[in-house]
């Protein structure tokens, strides 16, 4: 069985906690709100004001270039603020406050529940249709959806990867997709191959999922989907990291940046973005709502919600009970999620799943010193030293970290993971990754001014 | 005998050939290095800080030798007149700077500013700001881990238990600069270092307006304005609901102090003035002109 | 209770394992060799093994409590490793406080000198043993308490090498399960192997060092035995593999953390390195046995070939 040719560890997925929980729908917020900022790229322009009506799905935050995204309103009501509120982690972020009244949709919405398989639409429409629902990468990345379909000039795609891995522990919230919406990410696969102009597709599952391959075999069977092939992989975290996918479906490595996916002919997209896709371009719907797990070992129930934007994170930890005591509130998975310092915060398209661990599954151990066990080494995905790296972000020497390749860390966390000493390894990387980024970025502006 | 004097001969031969060729060696990778820049070196405090910009204090003597005009290079460590004296000594002008202090602009302590969440990640500023805004709810204030203590090389800031914020001491800062990079949310100023080490800031940084920062700090600028409408000398300006009091232009009058509503204005080394009911403008900078230059030893 | 609300960068979990766990996997792996080693020699091992754990753990408690004055850390039983492995490489006749000089040596001088746990560049206890070598050299290689009979007084090696003992006339099945001359902990090859393996089960060490060390040997013993005319074709090889320290080296010392490279690659390198040096001076150095001091050369190293071995980066072609 296939799977990424280097690092990765197996840490326990206790998805089991909500992977039977089917999806439920949320009743609707009171009030949402919205950020402009819910993707990588330019913030979007809020297009209301105080005191405006807004219909479910009407456009309030217009993209303002070509890597941004389109903000759409989730409920219908009332603008009542167009302001900075805080975000899950307390950083103030320009929000649209919506009132709800009612659930009026935009017209040209097609809310009918009838699955609509036929496509003609040539790839630029496609494209063009799935810029104006503003939909970005569901996984957790939230890159703007779009660009990456939009194939650069000279390059080639060759294969569409749809990613069913969810190898992030917890989360559930692409397997009840692939569970339950199976048909619509296939349509969404298949209209993502009209986009880019290609014949195959490939489906990668991690093999703990052995219903949802059985349950997407079947469907493709069954409705003939031709070209589109599920793959099981071998259980590995980080699997579903874009690069780490890609080689473990064909495998090919991305060259190391500025080189892209599409340098070796891939297209990756999430399962769950694979169903925006599908209701932005066969049902007009722009992207308000999404499937959010809600899980954790000490929670009164475990929940799958289909929720719209804009709905307060405390929404969901009150329907699933929060334990006494300490807690940690994640937005993702234990892995690779955030910290919620902020519970009045909205969900947003990037999140996957509310994680709450108690304050004894997340505290951390006493650290030791660095035993030079290589472990870290070994379990790094992208070939990096993290034992260095992270000193060297300690001690300051940036163009050493630069040297090493600092930029190259995708944050998966497995060097932290596996440290026997348990060294905050990757919380200097990332202060040495984005120190070198805006020390780079700042040399290119030093020499485009020249 | 014999045996000893060949011994002998050959390693005489020996040593003398090696002289030589050492002595051609040396003349051909001499590298001239002017001997004044070991003497300014000298002059200079040694302590490689880097706060004037240069690599240590080596690097800096030799831009001060070598360069023509030393006007943009100071020492912030030395101060003035070590840096006349090393000017007069090189034949130059000596660049001009008033000393300076490091200040520390937050006056949220514990009390002030509680904190909201419990943070268990690695022990520096630098790693909390990659993610979140810190244990208090303002995204401004200090935050506690002491990124600027283990920066400064002379042991000018402590960071207090009992508010969980940074103190300088104002003897033994020397403006190097090294705190102002070090702090990740830019709470550092350098400002005119005043006798006796007497000083009027605003410990605030919040950029967010008055009824966000009241909600999350008690000590925090609302941006209220009314210092700026006292202050006789039009040192104090009001951006991004922020007061700001320009070093050059305050004359520690210390009007602005009574107005704040919140305290945001701390006064150092001086005592407070004596609440009185509003006296006129015009009475208020009299009576300040009087008091200034009275006011010192 | 008060809620408190956590807040930390992500990764929120933890695999689990822990340094104190790796250690006492590490001593969990040399109980059956200390086993074996106590059914031949008798009881004054697990004396001796004693004392030298024991003062290993007093001397790092003293240095870090009153010298360092800093936290102690001799709950992460890497003080206990350094005993056990000290204790291995000393004959059985050695006296007590010899083996406390040593461990005073391994600990104070192999070890916190440069920072404790993680910071030495050389093996702490093979600093040790390789000052009592120097330092009580007749104590060291005296191992008539070993085996009174013929032979007396040397190891299979120095036996072998001195040419008093033709490869022919070795025991090899003895050697595999236990004989009698030898150090403390490296006498019984089959309890070292299963040692090493449960290491590898327990994924403590990679293949790669024990490979590339033995590999190395038997290679080098090969192709002696090929120069030789072809006789002893099997026996040399099996023969350096089997006696002296050659296992406990390969399996427990040479794969010591801090003192070994951090890639595999570089492992290999690190492996063959000291397999090399050990056969140079097994064959024509002074001394019988070489495989301390070709670890110990080989540590030396290991800054250097960590900087040239760099993992490989992904989407690179090398």
Same mark, same amino acid.
């Given at each position: ?49 105080? +005191? ?35 975000? +899950? ?107 880019? +102009? ?28 031709? +070209? ?165 972000a300690k001690l300051q020497k940036w163009d ?31 202060i040495?990754?984005?120190t070198?980024?805006s020390n780079?970025?700042a040399?290119?502006?030093a020499?485009?001014?020249? | ?23 051609? @060696? ?7 290095e002017d001997p004044r820049i070991d003497d300014v070196e000298k002059m200079l405090p040694g302590a490689n800080c880097g706060g004037c910009g240069f690599a240590g204090c080596r690097a800096m003597s030799e831009a001060l030798v070598k360069r023509d005009n030393i006007a943009s290079l100071y020492c912030p460590v030395a101060g003035g007149d070590a840096m006349k004296s090393i000017a007069d000594f090189l034949g130059k002008t000596a660049p001009e700077k008033a000393p300076q202090v490091a200040t520390m602009r937050c006056g ?16 520096s500023c630098a @790693?909390?700001n ?10 401004f204030g200090c935050i506690g881990y002491g990124d600027c203590v283990a920066a400064c090389k002379f042991d000018a800031l402590k960071l207090n238990?009992?508010t969980?914020l940074v103190e300088v001491d104002a003897d033994k800062c020397t403006a190097c600069g090294a705190c102002v990079k070090a702090c990740p949310k830019g709470l550092f100023e350098l400002r005119k270092k005043w006798p006796k080490n007497r000083a009027i800031y605003v410990a605030c940084r ?6 966000? @920062? ?7 600028c ?11 000398f039009?040192a104090i300006t009001?951006e991004?609901?922020l007061a700001y009091i320009d070093p050059e232009k305050c004359k520690l009058c210390r009007?602005c ?7 945001a204005i701390h006064i150092e080394n001086m ?21 200034e230059?009275?006011k010192n030893e | ?91 059985? #006749? ?154 406990? #080296? ?69």
């Amino acid at each position: 069985m296939r799977t990424f040719p280097i690092g990765g560890i197996h840490p326990h997925d206790n998805k089991e906690w909500s992977k039977d929980k089917e999806i439920e729908i949320l009743e609707l917020p009171d009030e949402a709100k919205i950020p402009m900022i819910q993707h990588i790229g330019a913030p979007s322009n809020p297009v209301v004001k105080k +005191g405006d009506k807004v219909l479910a799905g009407q456009l309030i935050g217009q993209s303002t270039g070509f890597v941004s995204a389109n903000i759409h309103a989730s409920i219908s009501g009332t603008v009542t603020a167009v302001d900075a509120y805080p975000n +899950g982690q307390g950083q103030r972020r320009l929000m649209v406050v919506i009132k709800r009244e009612g659930d009026e949709w935009m017209p040209e919405i097609d809310r009918t529940p009838d699955h609509k398989r036929e496509c003609t639409l040539a790839p630029q429409e496609i494209i063009a249709k799935v810029r104006e629902a503003g939909i970005v990468g569901l996984g957790g990345a939230q890159f703007p959806t779009h660009v990456k379909l939009s194939v650069p000039d000279g390059q080639k795609a060759e294969v569409v990867i749809i990613n069913g891995v969810e190898c992030e522990p917890y989360l559930t919230s692409d397997y009840r997709n692939m569970i339950e919406r199976a048909e619509m990410i296939l349509t969404g696969t298949e209209i993502v191959m009209r986009a880019v +102009g290609v014949s195959r597709a490939v489906i990668g599952v991690e093999n703990n999922k052995p219903d949802a391959i059985a349950h997407l075999r079947e469907i493709i069977a069954r409705d003939g989907y031709s +070209g589109i092939e599920v793959m099981p992989l071998k259980m590995r975290y980080p699997q579903g990291g874009e690069k780490q996918l890609i080689a473990a479906v064909t495998g090919r490595q991305v060259p190391p940046p500025p080189a892209l996916p599409i340098s070796v002919g891939a297209v990756v997209c999430n399962v769950s973005t694979a169903i925006a896709i599908y209701e932005a371009v066969q049902k007009n719907k722009p992207l308000i709502e999404r499937v959010v797990t809600v899980t954790g070992k000490e929670l009164k129930s475990t929940h799958n919600y289909l929720a719209r934007f804009g709905t307060s994170a405390s929404r969901f930890f009150e329907l699933a009970g929060l334990p006494e005591g300490d807690v940690k509130l994640l937005n993702g998975g234990p892995m690779m999620g955030r910290a919620v310092v902020d519970i009045t915060a909205p969900l947003i398209k990037g999140c996957s799943g509310l994680t709450v661990l108690s304050g004894k599954e997340a505290a951390r151990g006493e650290e030791l010193s660095c035993i030079k066990c290589a472990k870290c080494v070994s379990a790094c995905p992208m070939g990096l030293e993290p034992y260095l790296l992270s000193k060297l972000a300690k001690l300051q020497k940036w163009d050493m970290a630069e040297e090493h390749n600092v930029v190259e860390c995708i944050e998966c966390g497995c060097c932290s993971y596996t440290c026997p000493s348990y060294l905050p390894l990757l919380d200097y990387i990332r202060i040495g990754k984005q120190t070198v980024m805006s020390n780079i970025r700042a040399r290119a502006a030093a020499s485009n001014k020249k | 005998m014999n045996q000893l004097l060949l011994t002998v001969l050959t390693l005489s031969v020996l040593g003398a050939v090696l002289a030589v060729v050492l002595y051609f @060696v040396a003349q051909k990778f001499k590298v001239y290095e002017d001997p004044r820049i070991d003497d300014v070196e000298k002059m200079l405090p040694g302590a490689n800080c880097g706060g004037c910009g240069f690599a240590g204090c080596r690097a800096m003597s030799e831009a001060l030798v070598k360069r023509d005009n030393i006007a943009s290079l100071y020492c912030p460590v030395a101060g003035g007149d070590a840096m006349k004296s090393i000017a007069d000594f090189l034949g130059k002008t000596a660049p001009e700077k008033a000393p300076q202090v490091a200040t520390m602009r937050c006056g949220g302590t514990c009390q002030k500013r509680p904190k909201v969440n419990h943070y268990d990640g690695a022990l520096s500023c630098a @790693v909390v700001n990659t993610f979140y805004v810190g244990e208090s709810g303002c995204a401004f204030g200090c935050i506690g881990y002491g990124d600027c203590v283990a920066a400064c090389k002379f042991d000018a800031l402590k960071l207090n238990p009992e508010t969980g914020l940074v103190e300088v001491d104002a003897d033994k800062c020397t403006a190097c600069g090294a705190c102002v990079k070090a702090c990740p949310k830019g709470l550092f100023e350098l400002r005119k270092k005043w006798p006796k080490n007497r000083a009027i800031y605003v410990a605030c940084r919040s950029k967010n307006k008055g009824a966000v @920062v009241s909600k999350v700090c008690k000590a925090g600028c609302i941006g209220c304005g009314k210092c700026a409408k006292v202050c006789p000398f039009g040192a104090i300006t009001v951006e991004n609901f922020l007061a700001y009091i320009d070093p050059e232009k305050c004359k520690l009058c210390r009007k602005c102090v009574n107005e704040c509503p919140t305290g945001a204005i701390h006064i150092e080394n001086m005592e407070r003035l004596p609440k009185e009911p509003k006296a006129p403008a015009a009475k208020a900078v009299e009576s300040e002109k009087r008091i200034e230059p009275a006011k010192n030893e | 209770m008060q809620t408190r609300l956590f807040a930390a960068p992500s990764p929120h979990i933890h695999g689990g394992e822990r340094t104190r766990q790796i250690m006492g996997d590490v001593v969990l792996a040399l109980v059956p060799a200390l086993l074996v080693s106590t059914y031949v020699l008798g009881w004054r091992v697990l004396m001796l093994t004693a004392v030298s754990v024991v003062s290993c753990l007093v001397f790092e408690y003293l240095i870090q409590r009153f010298l360092l004055k800093g936290r102690t850390t001799i709950g992460d039983l890497s003080a206990v490793v350094t005993g056990v492995l000290l204790a291995f490489n000393l004959p059985v #006749g050695i006296p007590w406080w010899i083996v406390v000089i040593g461990a005073l040596v391994a600990i104070g001088i192999g070890k916190m000198t440069f920072g404790g746990l993680g910071c030495n560049p050389f093996n702490p206890a093979l600093t040790g043993r390789i000052f009592l070598l120097i330092a009580y050299p007749v104590q060291m290689t005296d191992w008539t308490t070993n085996t009174p009979d013929a032979l007396s007084g040397s190891t299979l090696l120095a036996n072998v090498k001195a040419g008093a003992m033709p490869l022919s006339d070795i025991d090899f099945m003895s050697m595999f399960g236990g004989h009698m001359n030898g150090s403390m902990g490296e006498i019984g090859a089959l309890a070292l192997i299963l040692g090493g393996l449960y290491l590898l089960w327990r994924k403590v060490i990679t293949w790669h060092i024990p490979v590339a060390v033995l590999g190395t040997m038997a290679l080098f013993g090969l192709c002696v035995a090929i120069s030789d005319g072809g006789a002893a074709m099997w026996q040399t090889p099996l023969f350096h593999i089997l006696a002296g320290g050659a296992l406990l #080296g390969a399996i427990f010392m040479a794969t010591d953390y801090s003192t070994s490279p951090m890639t595999h690659k570089g492992m290999l390198i690190y492996g063959v390195g000291i397999g090399a040096i050990t056969m140079i001076i097994r064959l024509w150095g002074a001394y019988p046995e070489g495989m301390s001091f070709a670890i110990f050369i080989m540590n030396a190293a290991t800054p250097l070939i960590n900087k040239y071995c760099r993992p490989k980066r992904f989407g690179t072609k090398r």
